[in-house]
């Protein structure tokens, strides 16, 4: 069965690597297998994966926000009206649908294998026909086509068929996960605040181990703390801000975390933590877009990546979130030198590229 596994742009391979780890774990005919990431630009990441186990593990990762079973795909789409014909055929007559069903039906707990649908359309291109034109395509087929019967609505559906066409490919997918998958519950949220899936991500590359002690220490909302506590057991975690908002929403959204959290208000260029007491440090640090003036940011940067480098013990692991990874580089080359920089991952944050950078401490 092939799923499409929906997250930020950028995350797909990461998306990936965490799927392939948590399916190993749960007994399937077959290792899942990668058939390919699909952009859609500014957008999501796509990763299409076949796995033969079943979709409910797929619904615990935490770098997807969104997981669908994949009923119908069609390509060498074309531009003109014959294009809306091949998708209407592609999306009425596909093998695949009677299986997404299923898959449907088991996730949802639907008993009967009929009712309401409603199409999602999305399109990236020159097609000469509107977004609602393959819309309206895809409903008619699922409508005419797929074992039923299912009823195209506008709102109040017992389904969601989400139609992705990018160029000339033709993603058709029925949407398995609902909004809590993306939202992780209510997480209270600030403007420069993290999607979850994205700090989820960050929190894998810090390589989470149960004896570590966490630091993020430019935390906001604490989205990256609430993640590592997701990821596993830890022996502390360590957050704080310098505006009293953010810390206020840090210990809201940390409240139902067991174990030892400190949370606090503080200022990152002077840590009140011990040399080498942290083996694990996540930041998005500000880019100087939504929060701060982005002409003190060289200072802040030198600043704050010194005071980790101080307090991060030989071997501790960094993963910076940074708009203008440049600067990041000047401040470590200048004020951090025994951080040694490792992989880089581009994405985007809120339609503008950025870059997550993992750094690992000297011994
Ligand atoms: C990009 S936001 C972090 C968002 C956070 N990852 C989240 O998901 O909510 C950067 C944070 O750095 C904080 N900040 C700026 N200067 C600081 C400083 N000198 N010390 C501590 N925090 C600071 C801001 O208040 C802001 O909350």
Known sequence: ???????????????????????????????????????????????????????????????????????ARAFRVAADERGLRQIYAAVRSSESAGPALNAWRRVSGARTGHG??????????????LRRDVGRAVAD???????????????????????????????????????????????????????????????????????DVFLDPMAGAGTLLVERAAAGPFAELHGGDISDAAVDAMRANLRGVGGRVVTSRWDAR?????????????????????????????ELYREVMAEIARVLRPG???????????????????????????PRHRVFVLGQPAMICEYTQSP
């Open 1 to 71: 069965m092939l799923y499409a596994l929906q997250t930020v742009p950028g995350l797909g391979m990461l998306a990936w690597r965490e799927a392939e780890e948590v399916l190993s774990r749960v007994p399937a005919p077959a290792p899942p297998r990668l058939a390919g990431i699909k952009a859609v630009p500014g957008r999501d990441d796509i990763v299409l994966l076949d796995h033969q186990g079943g979709p409910k593990p797929l619904l615990s990762l935490r770098t997807v926000e969104d997981v669908f079973v994949v009923a």
């Open 116 to 129: 309401t649908f409603r199409v999602i359309a999305r399109t990236v291109g020159r097609q000469q026909y």
């Open 316 to 342: 501790g692991r960094l993963v910076v979130l940074v708009g203008d990874a440049r600067l990041l580089e000047s401040a470590r080359t200048g004020a951090a030198r025994s951080l040694r920089p490792g």
């Open 141 to 211: 087929a699922v409508r005419d086509g797929w074992p039923g019967p299912w009823r195209p609505v506008e709102e109040g559906e017992d389904m969601e068929v989400w139609a992705t066409l990018v160029d000339q490919e033709l993603l058709c997918a029925t949407r398995l996960s609902d909004a809590s998958m993306r939202q992780r519950g209510k997480l209270r949220h600030l403007p420069a605040s993290l999607r979850p899936a994205l700090a989820a991500a960050m929190v894998a590359l810090t390589h989470p181990a149960p004896d």
């Open 270 to 298: 002077r840590l009140p933590l011990e040399d080498r007491s942290v083996d694990k440090v996540a930041v998005n640090l500000p880019f100087g877009k939504q929060i701060g003036d982005p002409s003190g940011l060289p």
